[in-house]
């Protein structure tokens, strides 16, 4: 406890280590302390049938931080050019390049067909009218108090399991929650088939957490494996304690960067102002499952068109294959299917009994593909990515505010949520600290006196 850092962010994620790297050239102490034995939180990518898949987080945002730093640090991107849109329901698959076309194979009565046409018909108008180039425009911000659900009222039934499943897919939320803004975003783009808003990182979501990892500045350190359990505020200085499950360790920080989850900074900062904590709860985070699957299409080319296909009454709620109209080398597709409904199911990863019930799932939607599976791989988090919600998007101005020397930082403070919300709160806060970092250093008053900010 005799030295002082500067800075202890708290989650090797996108935002930490992305903060770190904004800091590069201002020579500070910098200690970012990730409780997971790797970097890059929910960018996890893994090798499946020899090549990078992705098993959270899918795309760079055009006109984001995100790709912005992808483009800093040389990061292989490939566009996303859906050309299809896709449903499954009671048994029957329908993938097509309209929206009549889609509805048309699916066994619905007429008056939900047609309903369900008129439906993705109004969305794909909306999104026309409140999107530019692949981006958002301010025309929409008037959407952000609506919610999908909003939408639904009058849907026939069959007809509004077909969009709920679609809402589950696209975001994290469901449409109770998703506001009609992001619906725009994580809904609507796909059925419009937009082709300038997704770029596809070729090595792996990942890929860039690592580089912004290999390019911080030379006296920051990254330590894995140690889960920050609590911490304690004085007058000048935080004390962070931190854990490796066989003993413990304390860190004392000028400033703390909160850039995990918002349940997990609640759970280590529990006595923090009560209107702090009200806003953590608003940015709910719940948990979701996915599992990605590696299928030799070869001699099934329509299969390579596929890009997002809503599920209904699956184990997950969408399939999206992220390079479609891709014919690889190797024959092969990975499909991704987004659990979101799903939540956290602890152990997965390692249970193949359970991969291969989500892998039969699969080929009930995908029936051709059967005997052609070569290779599967789970992930799950507990805390996923928040919910574009409108509670959320009023809460934000007390969800980014600081207290005292502890800041936050991630999808929960941002606007657009995701990694590339969290890469945006880096650069934020980095601007907070380069303010705050200027002024000079006060030395420790003797004897000084913590205030605990502790979950133990």
Request: proline share 5%.
């Amino acid at each position: 406890m005799t030295d002082i850092h500067d800075v202890v962010v708290v989650g090797a994620g996108p935002a930490g280590l992305a903060l770190a790297y904004d800091l590069r050239d201002l020579d500070l102490d910098i200690q970012v302390l990730e409780a997971g034995t790797d970097i890059g939180g929910r960018t996890r990518s893994v090798q499946l049938a020899g090549a990078a898949v992705n098993t959270g987080a899918m795309f760079i945002y055009r006109g984001t931080r995100a790709e912005t730093l992808a483009k800093e640090l040389r990061q292989d991107t490939v566009p996303f050019h859906p050309a299809t849109y896709g449903v499954h329901i009671d048994g029957v698959t329908s993938v097509a390049g309209s929206t009549p076309d889609v509805v048309e194979k699916l066994p619905l009565p007429q008056a939900s067909k047609d309903a369900l046409v008129a439906f993705m018909d109004g969305l794909e108008r909306e999104y026309r009218e409140n999107v530019s180039d692949g981006a958002i425009t301010g025309k929409a911000a008037g959407l952000g108090n609506e919610t999908v659900a909003s939408r639904l009222e009058g849907l026939p039934g069959p007809a509004r399991s077909v969009i709920e499943a679609a809402v589950r897919g696209g975001s994290v939320g469901d449409a109770a929650q998703l506001s009609a803004k992001y619906a725009l975003r994580y809904l609507a783009s796909y059925i419009a088939h937009e082709w300038e808003n997704r770029l596809y990182p070729v090595n792996g979501m990942q890929d860039l957490p690592r580089a912004l990892a290999a390019n911080v500045g030379s006296r920051t350190t990254i330590t894995t494996g140690l889960r920050v359990h609590s911490i304690r505020e004085s007058e000048d200085v935080l004390e962070v304690t931190a854990g490796d499950g066989e003993s413990r360790r304390v860190l004392l920080a000028r400033h703390v960067v909160m850039a995990v989850p918002a349940p997990q900074v609640a759970g280590i900062c529990r006595q923090l102002p009560g209107w702090k904590h009200e806003a953590l709860k608003d940015a709910e985070t719940p948990g979701s499952t996915t599992v990605t699957i590696a299928a030799n299409i070869e001699g099934l080319p329509e299969f390579a068109d596929w890009s997002f296909v809503s599920t209904v009454g699956k184990k997950f709620d969408c399939i999206i294959n992220p390079q479609p109209g891709v014919r690889a080398a190797d024959g092969i597709v990975r499909f991704t299917c987004y659990g979101n409904s799903a939540g956290f199911i602890p152990g997965i990863e390692g249970d193949e009994q359970q991969i291969q019930a989500w892998v039969d799932d699969f080929l009930t939607v995908a029936p051709e593909l059967r005997g052609r599976i070569v290779g599967a791989a789970a992930a799950t988090w507990e805390h996923c990515f928040s919910v574009l919600s409108p509670k959320r998007n009023d809460a934000l101005p007390a969800l980014q505010r600081s207290v005292g020397n502890i800041h936050f930082a991630g999808d929960y403070t941002s606007e657009t949520a995701g990694s590339h919300g969290a890469y945006d709160e880096a650069r934020r806060v980095a601007q907070v600290l380069r303010a705050s970092l200027a002024e000079p250093w006060t030395e420790l008053p003797a004897g000084h006196v913590a205030t605990e900010f502790s979950n133990t």
